[in-house]
C-alpha cells in the first residue's frame, strides 16, 4: 500500500522569505500523481499544485514550486515570497494511476506566518 | 453553484443516532469522493463514485457507514448508530472523469460531526 509522510508537523516563515515543506512518499508503481493542497481555517481544500510522476519537469505555479525527485520518492513545495494569505495547513497526496482515482494523504504541516 | 457544497456545516448528535451529510458536487462533475479528517486518524478516503455507482468503497470503517449517490448528482453519507469516535469533519470532493489522467478534485467546506 502506498503512504505519504510529511515530516514537519509545524514550520514558519517570514513575510516575503521563501520556506520549504518536505513531503516522502512510498510505493512500487512507477506512474501515479502527487498534488499539494491547502486547508486554510475555513476547512476548504484548495488544490495549490500538481505533479505527474512521469514528467521530469519540476512543476509551478507563481510563488509555488515542487522539488519532484522520483528516485528518492521526495516532493517537496517550496513557496517564495510568503505571503501571510499562506498561512494554513499544507497536505501532500499521492494518487495511483488506477481506477480508483483516491488521495492518499500526508498528515499535513501547520505553516505560520509572520509579518 | 460554483463550488462542492455540503449540509450542514455543523452537526451536533447523541451516541446511537443516525445521521446524514449531505454533499452537492459541482455540475456535470462525474466523480464525487468522501474523505473523513480526523485528529487521530488524519484525512482517510471513504468512498468513489463515478456516476451513480461505488467502485471503490474500501475506505468505510464498518457497516455503519453507507453513501448513495442518486441522478448522477448529490450524495448522502448516512451514519448509523453514531459512536464517539465518528467525531470528524467529513469532506467531499468532486471532478471530471477524463481517460487523459486525473483531474484535480475540489473538495466543499466540510461538515464537521460531534457525537457526545
Known amino acids: 500500500a502506498q503512504t505519504v509522510t510529511q515530516s514537519q508537523p509545524e514550520m514558519s516563515v517570514q513575510e516575503a522569505e521563501t520556506v520549504t515543506l518536505s513531503c516522502t512518499y512510498d510505493?512500487?508503481?512507477?506512474?501515479?500523481?502527487l498534488f499539494w493542497y491547502k486547508q486554510p481555517p475555513s476547512r476548504q481544500m484548495i488544490l495549490v499544485i500538481r505533479?505527474?510522476?512521469?514528467?521530469?519537469q519540476n512543476a509551478t505555479e507563481n510563488r509555488f514550486s515542487v522539488n519532484f525527485q522520483k528516485a528518492a520518492k521526495s516532493f517537496s513545495l517550496k513557496i517564495s515570497d510568503s505571503q501571510l494569505g499562506d498561512a494554513a495547513m499544507y497536505f501532500c497526496?499521492?494518487?495511483?494511476?488506477?481506477?480508483?482515482?483516491?488521495?492518499?494523504f500526508g498528515t499535513g504541516t501547520r505553516l505560520q506566518v509572520f509579518p | 453553484g460554483a463550488g462542492v457544497s455540503q449540509s450542514p456545516s455543523n452537526k451536533v448528535t447523541e451516541k446511537g443516532k443516525d445521521v446524514e451529510l449531505r454533499c452537492d458536487p459541482i455540475?456535470?462533475?462525474?466523480?464525487l469522493y468522501w474523505y473523513r479528517q480526523s485528529l487521530g486518524q488524519g484525512l482517510e478516503f471513504l468512498i468513489y463514485?463515478?456516476?451513480?455507482?461505488?467502485?471503490?468503497k474500501s475506505g468505510l470503517p464498518s457497516d455503519r457507514f453507507s453513501a448513495e449517490r442518486t441522478g448522477g448528482s448529490v450524495s448522502t453519507l448516512t451514519i448509523q448508530r453514531t459512536q464517539q469516535e465518528d467525531s470528524a469533519v467529513y469532506l467531499c470532493?468532486?471532478?471530471?472523469?477524463?481517460?487523459?489522467?486525473?483531474?484535480?478534485?475540489?473538495f466543499g467546506p466540510g461538515t464537521r460531526l460531534t457525537v457526545l
Open positions: 497526496a499521492y494518487r495511483s494511476n488506477t481506477n480508483t482515482d483516491k488521495l492518499i
Open positions: 510505493t512500487s508503481e512507477s506512474d501515479y500523481y
Open positions: 505533479q505527474e510522476a512521469y514528467k521530469q
Open positions: 455540475s456535470g462533475h462525474t466523480a
Open positions: 463514485f463515478q456516476g451513480n455507482s461505488a467502485p471503490d
Open positions: 470532493a468532486s471532478n471530471f472523469y477524463r481517460t487523459s489522467g486525473p483531474q484535480a478534485q475540489f
